[in-house]
């Protein structure tokens, strides 16, 4: 939900080893269309 992204600054994502890459890329495409952040951590 774009709403839970309002006013953020910096987006972190985490994941466990077995999360497929593929997975981790869907989420960070995601975030990055919702709105421009200042930094990724």
Avoid: K, M, N
């Amino acid at each position: 939900r774009a709403e839970w992204f309002a006013g953020a600054e910096a987006v972190g994502i985490t994941a466990g080893t077995s999360t497929p890459d593929a997975a981790i890329d869907e989420v960070e495409l995601r975030i990055q269309q919702i709105g421009r952040v200042a930094s990724w951590i």
